[in-house]
């Protein structure tokens, strides 16, 4: 099929800001300028309207336990404008080759592509190795030859990206700090490994000291920002050697719709008195996280968008585009290209398929969003988008 989207004000980070016709054939763009109706089989007009490539989420989980995968998230992604995610790591125990299985089982034009790490690679009491207690989630070792052998197997079972952390505070379960972590020596291993095969590795990192750690090891992104403040000379290193900071500057983001059952076992909640002290640390650390972006930006840092988001009982609701995160930028005075950038081009760099998204380029798989009017008061439209075209099927259609 061949839609032609006429009159609408176009934006990517190619080539900005410009008024023009998009037309679709198939599962890419065709072609781009002043074009006739003609040429498609339906042309919607789109005057008054945004028009944006798909957006992607560069961090995401999708199998959160050991029961039936589902696909309720991926179908609520790609709805809602989210072309692409990168599943960052299973939390869960069951085989990353029935996961990915799964996927290529279910995946079709109504799905994101997913882009997978398959397990965290950790050493025992790590962070990515078991959660809850006792359920292990990881890929485990203590030598740098079975760091080198958890990489080859990921590599074998089809994952082209992977997880590892670094993180010392609390388990959720267990209030003592965590006396396991990786090694310089393993991340290492890991990293080498990884580069051998092609594979760009992404980190869990919270706290400025880990991330300088990760960063002297050769880590190709951070997964998080972090919580306090990372030195402006953290920051410059990490641009100079390309390194870009995934937002989760409000995650992790999830569902507290009344009647929640997490998929997963959950902490007990905490008392009253102490449940006032967690909301001021997490505003805090949301401030600190959205000032670390504004720095790294300013310095020409490159951000990738991602929500964390876990578990919802209404993914029609939760899973879109990360809407949360990019107010947070705009009021800490990114500019809105800077952060739609963020959300398109540089995450399809970052995951592998920036040959195929991320732009509105002929040739591209015709992933597109489309919202009436524009963006300058605030990026609220885009929770709800007007029209999603995933892969030159029409998922959502409101015009």
Known sequence: MKLLLKNATLWDAAKGWRQNDLLLADE??????????????????????TLLPGFVDAHVHIALDDGPFLE???????????????????????PVADFIAWQRGHGDRRWPLVVNTGKY??????YGSELPPGHQIGLLGQTPEEMVAAVDALWAEGCTKLKIALDDSPNPFNPTLREHNLSPELIRAIVRRAHDHGMRVTAHVLEAKHLRTLVDCG???????????VPDD???????KDIPMVTTAVGPVQDNTPGLKPKRPGPPPPPPEVA???AKKKAAATAHAVDNLRRFHALGGRMLLGTDLMFSNNYDTCACIPVLEMEALREAGIPVEGILTAGTRDPADAVGLGDRLGTLEVGKLACVVA???????????????????NRGEILTKKL
Not at 28 to 49: F, K, P, S, Y
Not at 220 to 229: I, K, L, M, S, V
């Open 28 to 49: 890419v763009i065709a072609a781009e300028g002043t074009l006739d109706a003609a040429q498609a089989d339906t042309a919607l007009d789109l005057t008054g309207c």
């Open 121 to 126: 690679i950790d050493v025992p009491g790590g």
């Open 371 to 389: 919202v009436k009017g524009v963006l300058s008061g605030g990026f609220s439209p885009l929770l709800r988008p007007d029209l999603v075209v």
């Open 219 to 229: 880590i190709d992104d951070a997964g998080h920002t972090p919580t306090d403040f």
């Open 72 to 94: 309720d998230a991926p179908l609520g992604w790609a709805k809602n404008g989210v072309a692409a995610v990168r599943d960052c790591a299973m939390l869960s125990a069951l």
């Open 276 to 278: 006032g002290e967690m």
């Open 234 to 240: 953290l920051l410059r290193e990490m641009v100079e």
